[in-house]
């Protein structure tokens, strides 16, 4: 188990380094200089200052140098500086990054809330309105795309009726919104799992011999059935993660919610490269750290499964 | 073909089979059963008219415009701009724009009618090059393994730590501003982006059928009489997987209506004045908060779609297949 871990750690290392060229290189495909017009706005920079800037910044030498410098600069957790803030990169990650972690964290947790009693109470009574009414909640979570919820949702609580303010991350009522529209689909997909598993569980030999040796319904549901339904649900957490950041970037648009999603989609637009890189890192970090805890705890929480050498 | 051979000129099946005393069900092939069961899924059929009736609407929009029937999309009519919808009533409706027109003064209904078409060929363009490159490379790296089985596996390792939408987020950023990315408004550079992300899915999924296939005695039976590789991955495998496929298929289509509608709201997708229902939202949310419907109704178009299509995927899903799960 120990060796399996240190070994998939390692693997780490040779991922990460393909995201980073891969991003790299396709980010600087694009023609053009991250400080000419189109990139900066409407507002061209004269050529000597284009020139100056670049040189400042390394762009005016060959793509591969450049890669090579970033790279030597990175392996000392440096990622440079902002191009339109000249803000260190680590610096502005470390600011946005609570913001988001909270924004990520909240929606989870609400989806879990929400998904794990609804999936287990359908499954429970599976055919009934309880069931269908949760079904069909999980439809649209997972089919209509968090951008249009969102429209509808500042239209009907936030212009139409004044409930709830919609624009930025100032006070907890700010939070609603962002929160609960980015755990939609996590809670809707949550819900579907939760209640197939459930329905397999409660169909195994052992939980008829629970019930054959007289144990109470909730003992058998609670301790037998739900035990080994959970399984299934723990390993989807990890997709669900990085569903999450993807959404973040989204819904962070959407509602001005200063974290690194909004960043991103900025820096994307302005090429500002080192912030774009810096921020990818971060993300795709993340997401393999949360695929491989999933992995680790799987192995723990059911024993049937070996870890594969 | 009847399941009962009949003697020749003398009993129709229905007849002998009333002598038999038996009834003899019509033999249906594989596919003629699945598209029943899927005519009995309600939600199915709700869904499929859907999706057509929004297919031939995609078709024939060019054809009402030049009849005159719808206005110009791109027409800019300033004076009239933002006027609401016939179905509010208000004082800011002119009959000649039933949905209303937007900041610009351009037709909604007309905009909306157009987007269907750059929809749908986002839906089915990419997911045909999907289709093509996926089952091809899945095949020959299932059946024959070995180096092109490895490099799938590898390229599948890097593709996964990527997220699909950031992914295109960064293609559509970098490569928007060049000659590909102007080629029709930046459509041809949407279907090569979504292609790109995502035929390692199709291609791995198709490997997984066959190497749980090849083993199987049919495979083995036409090998044993001689049948070259590429006669039994198109005879003998290809048909075995359609059904997952078909389904991935189904899915893949609202998926990359949604990648585009999302990158043009964001506005690194189609290029305006073209309209998409992701521009039109990305256009209107300005005015968002003082007049709401050219958002709204681009934004019903996307949910009513996208529903139709999960509607449709699930029917198939259960038709085809009715052991898969979830």
Same mark, same amino acid.
């Given at each position: 188990?120990?060796?399996?871990?240190?070994?998939?750690?390692?693997?780490?290392?040779?991922?990460?380094?393909?995201?980073?060229?891969?991003?790299?290189?396709?980010?600087?495909?694009?023609?053009?200089?991250?400080?000419?017009?189109?990139?900066?706005?409407?507002?061209?920079?004269?050529?000597?200052?284009?020139?100056?800037?670049?040189?400042?910044?390394?762009?005016?030498?060959?793509?591969?140098?450049?890669?090579?410098?970033?790279?030597?600069?990175?392996?000392?957790?440096?990622?440079?500086?902002?191009?339109?803030?000249?803000?260190?990169?680590?610096?502005?990650?470390?600011?946005?990054?609570?913001?988001?972690?909270?924004?990520?964290?909240?929606?989870?947790?609400?989806?879990?809330?929400?998904?794990?009693?609804?999936? /287990?109470?359908?499954?429970?009574?599976?055919?009934?309105?309880?069931?269908?009414?949760?079904?069909?909640?999980?439809?649209?979570?997972?089919?209509?795309?968090?951008?249009?919820?969102?429209?509808?949702?500042?239209?009907?609580?936030?212009?139409?009726?004044?409930?709830?303010?919609?624009?930025?991350?100032?006070?907890?009522?700010?939070?609603?919104?962002?929160?609960?529209?980015?755990?939609?689909?996590?809670?809707?997909?949550?819900?579907?799992?939760?209640?197939?598993?459930?329905?397999?569980?409660?169909?195994?030999?052992?939980?008829?011999?629970?019930?054959?040796?007289?144990?109470?319904?909730?003992?058998?549901?609670?301790?037998?059935?739900?035990?080994?339904?959970?399984?299934?649900?723990?390993?989807?957490?990890?997709?669900?993660?990085?569903?999450?950041?993807?959404?973040?970037?989204?819904?962070?648009?959407?509602?001005?919610?200063?974290?690194?999603?909004?960043?991103?989609?900025?820096?994307?637009?302005?090429?500002?490269?080192?912030?774009?890189?810096?921020?990818?890192?971060?993300?795709?970090?993340?997401?393999?750290?949360?695929?491989?805890?999933?992995?680790?705890?799987?192995?723990?929480?059911?024993?049937?499964?070996?870890?594969?050498? | 073909?009847?399941?009962?051979?009949?003697?020749?000129?003398?009993?129709?099946?229905?007849?002998?089979?009333?002598?038999?005393?038996?009834?003899?069900?019509?033999?249906?092939?594989?596919?003629?059963?699945?598209?029943?069961?899927?005519?009995?899924?309600?939600?199915?059929?709700?869904?499929?008219?859907?999706?057509?009736?929004?297919?031939?609407?995609?078709?024939?929009?060019?054809?009402?415009?030049?009849?005159?029937?719808?206005?110009?999309?791109?027409?800019?009519?300033?004076?009239?701009?933002?006027?609401?919808?016939?179905?509010?009533?208000?004082?800011?409706?002119?009959?000649?724009?039933?949905?209303?027109?937007?900041?610009?003064?351009?037709?909604?209904?007309?905009?909306?009618?157009?987007?269907?078409?750059?929809?749908?060929?986002?839906?089915?363009?990419?997911?045909?090059?999907?289709?093509?490159?996926?089952?091809?490379?899945?095949?020959?790296?299932?059946?024959?393994?070995?180096?092109?089985?490895?490099?799938?596996?590898?390229?599948?390792? /890097?593709?996964?730590?990527?997220?699909?939408?950031?992914?295109?987020?960064?293609?559509?950023?970098?490569?928007?501003?060049?000659?590909?990315?102007?080629?029709?408004?930046?459509?041809?550079?949407?279907? /090569?982006?979504?292609?790109?992300?995502?035929?390692?899915?199709?291609?791995?999924?198709?490997?997984?059928?066959?190497?749980?296939?090849?083993?199987?005695?049919?495979?083995?039976?036409?090998?044993?009489?001689?049948?070259?590789?590429?006669?039994?991955?198109?005879?003998?495998?290809?048909?075995?997987?359609?059904?997952?496929?078909?389904?991935?298929?189904?899915?893949?289509?609202?998926?990359?209506?949604?990648?585009?509608?999302?990158?043009?709201?964001?506005?690194?997708?189609?290029?305006?004045?073209?309209?998409?229902?992701?521009?039109?939202?990305?256009?209107?949310?300005?005015?968002?908060?003082?007049?709401?419907?050219?958002?709204?109704?681009?934004?019903?178009?996307?949910?009513?779609?996208?529903?139709?299509?999960?509607?449709?995927?699930?029917?198939?899903?259960?038709?085809?297949?009715?052991?898969?799960?979830?």
């Amino acid at each position: 188990m120990l060796r399996y871990t240190i070994r998939r750690l390692l693997l780490l290392i040779p991922t990460m380094f393909f995201v980073a060229v891969i991003v790299f290189f396709l980010a600087h495909a694009a023609p053009g200089s991250p400080f000419d017009a189109k990139a900066q706005g409407d507002k061209g920079l004269p050529t000597a200052t284009i020139l100056k800037l670049e040189e400042h910044y390394g762009l005016n030498r060959p793509i591969t140098e450049q890669f090579l410098l970033y790279m030597e600069s990175v392996a000392k957790f440096d990622f440079g500086n902002s191009f339109r803030s000249g803000r260190q990169v680590s610096e502005i990650i470390g600011e946005q990054f609570p913001v988001s972690a909270q924004l990520g964290v909240q929606a989870l947790l609400f989806a879990l809330a929400f998904a794990l009693p609804l999936g /287990v109470v359908s499954a429970l009574r599976q055919n009934t309105a309880v069931d269908y009414a949760s079904l069909f909640f999980a439809t649209i979570g997972t089919t209509i795309p968090s951008f249009v919820i969102s429209i509808f949702a500042i239209y009907f609580f936030g212009v139409t009726f004044h409930l709830l303010p919609f624009v930025g991350w100032a006070t907890p009522q700010h939070w609603i919104l962002p929160t609960v529209i980015l755990a939609l689909g996590p809670m809707a997909f949550l819900t579907r799992i939760t209640r197939a598993s459930m329905l397999e569980a409660i169909r195994q030999d052992y939980v008829r011999t629970a019930r054959a040796k007289g144990l109470g319904e909730q003992v058998v549901i609670v301790t037998h059935v739900m035990k080994n339904a959970m399984i299934p649900v723990a390993t989807i957490v990890g997709p669900a993660v990085a569903g999450l950041i993807t959404g973040s970037i989204i819904i962070e648009g959407i509602f001005s919610v200063p974290g690194m999603g909004r960043e991103f989609l900025r820096s994307i637009l302005a090429r500002d490269y080192p912030m774009i890189m810096g921020v990818y890192l971060l993300y795709a970090f993340l997401i393999c750290i949360a695929n491989l805890s999933v992995d680790l705890v799987y192995g723990v929480l059911d024993p049937r499964i070996k870890v594969s050498k | 073909m009847a399941t009962v051979t009949t003697t020749p000129g003398k009993q129709t099946t229905a007849e002998r089979s009333a002598d038999l005393n038996v009834l003899v069900r019509k033999q249906r092939s594989l596919w003629q059963d699945a598209w029943y069961r899927l005519l009995r899924n309600r939600a199915a059929v709700v869904g499929m008219v859907i999706v057509v009736l929004f297919m031939i609407l995609a078709v024939t929009v060019p054809f009402m415009t030049q009849l005159g029937w719808l206005k110009d999309p791109l027409k800019q009519d300033t004076p009239n701009s933002l006027m609401e919808p016939i179905w509010t009533g208000s004082k800011f409706t002119l009959s000649t724009y039933p949905f209303g027109s937007d900041q610009l003064g351009r037709d909604i209904l007309s905009r909306l009618l157009w987007s269907t078409q750059i929809s749908m060929l986002v839906g089915f363009v990419p997911v045909s090059i999907i289709f093509l490159v996926g089952v091809t490379i899945g095949l020959a790296a299932g059946y024959y393994g070995g180096w092109v089985d490895q490099i799938l596996m590898r390229i599948t390792d /890097v593709i996964y730590a990527f997220p699909d939408l950031l992914f295109l987020f960064i293609i559509m950023a970098t490569l928007r501003n060049t000659a590909l990315g102007d080629i029709q408004g930046g459509l041809l550079l949407i279907f /090569v982006a979504i292609a790109v992300v995502n035929w390692v899915g199709m291609a791995r999924l198709v490997r997984g059928q066959v190497l749980s296939l090849k083993e199987r005695e049919f495979i083995e039976a036409a090998r044993s009489i001689g049948a070259p590789a590429r006669r039994i991955m198109v005879r003998h495998l290809f048909p075995n997987i359609l059904a997952p496929v078909i389904v991935s298929v189904a899915f893949g289509i609202p998926s990359a209506m949604l990648a585009e509608a999302t990158l043009s709201f964001f506005g690194i997708g189609i290029k305006p004045p073209t309209a998409s229902w992701g521009v039109m939202i990305n256009e209107g949310f300005v005015v968002f908060s003082t007049s709401a419907w050219p958002v709204l109704l681009p934004a019903l178009c996307i949910s009513i779609v996208m529903l139709a299509f999960t509607f449709l995927g699930d029917g198939l899903r259960d038709a085809l297949d009715p052991r898969m799960k979830i």
